[in-house]
């Protein structure tokens, strides 16, 4: 397992924390910006996230991976924050970028626009659902690493994978009307 000799610390220096944040913290945002739709908010939940794992390293005890903890603390977190006053007064928004290649300015638009209506149409699931897509299509995490991480049976996972890919598939089938 990686970063093994962490569930045995009690403090944690700070070349750990570097090294874990080089590692995990595009990932770390990444989720909570899906969770939050917010890019400020994302970069606060971030921090918070590495300032938690730096002073509570004790409560790792190594039943799941390094990155299923983290992504656990940041679920939490960004739960936390949206459930503040100061959440709710923010402004969400959604922006999808794209990387750019060789391809022609009209097939490059074409494509780009395809994938911001994806995902723009995932950003407007429920919770629930936007939640199992983005753990399943960004971070390729297992029906079980997501049962685990949501608290929630491996067969509820599965479930609401279904759906919310139906989902996605029926929006989509409105937006190209």
Same mark, same amino acid.
């Given at each position: 397992?990686?970063?093994?000799?962490?569930?045995?610390?009690?403090?944690?220096?700070?070349?750990?924390?570097?090294?874990?944040?080089?590692?995990?913290?595009?990932?770390?945002?990444?989720?909570?910006?899906?969770?939050?739709?917010?890019?400020?908010?994302?970069?606060?939940?971030?921090?918070?996230?590495?300032?938690?794992?730096?002073?509570?390293?004790?409560?790792?005890?190594?039943?799941?991976?390094?990155?299923?903890? &983290?992504?656990?603390? *940041?679920?939490?977190?960004?739960? @936390?924050?949206? #459930?503040?006053?100061?959440?709710?007064?923010? =402004? +969400?928004?959604?922006?999808?970028?794209?990387?750019?290649?060789?391809?022609?300015?009209?097939?490059?638009?074409?494509?780009?626009?395809?994938?911001?209506?994806?995902?723009?149409?995932?950003?407007?699931?429920?919770?629930?659902?936007?939640?199992?897509?983005?753990?399943?299509?960004?971070?390729?995490?297992?029906?079980?690493?997501?049962?685990?991480? &949501?608290?929630?049976? *491996?067969?509820?996972?599965?479930? @609401?994978?279904? #759906?919310?890919?139906?989902?996605?598939?029926? =929006? +989509?089938?409105?937006?190209?009307?």
């Amino acid at each position: 397992m990686e970063h093994e000799f962490l569930k045995h610390m009690t403090t944690m220096d700070d070349a750990s924390l570097r090294d874990i944040m080089a590692q995990y913290g595009s990932d770390i945002w990444n989720y909570a910006y899906f969770l939050t739709k917010n890019r400020e908010l994302a970069d606060d939940v971030t921090q918070d996230v590495f300032i938690k794992a730096y002073y509570r390293i004790e409560t790792f005890r190594g039943q799941s991976s390094l990155k299923t903890w &983290l992504l656990t603390i *940041t679920r939490n977190t960004a739960f @936390r924050y949206r #459930r503040s006053t100061f959440f709710r007064k923010v =402004n +969400l928004f959604a922006s999808i970028t794209s990387i750019q290649s060789g391809r022609s300015a009209e097939t490059e638009y074409m494509e780009d626009r395809y994938v911001d209506d994806i995902w723009d149409v995932i950003m407007k699931l429920p919770d629930q659902y936007r939640e199992v897509l983005v753990l399943d299509i960004r971070y390729e995490l297992s029906t079980e690493e997501m049962a685990k991480l &949501l608290n929630i049976a *491996t067969g509820t996972v599965k479930s @609401r994978l279904h #759906r919310a890919r139906e989902k996605v598939e029926q =929006n +989509l089938k409105e937006v190209r009307s």
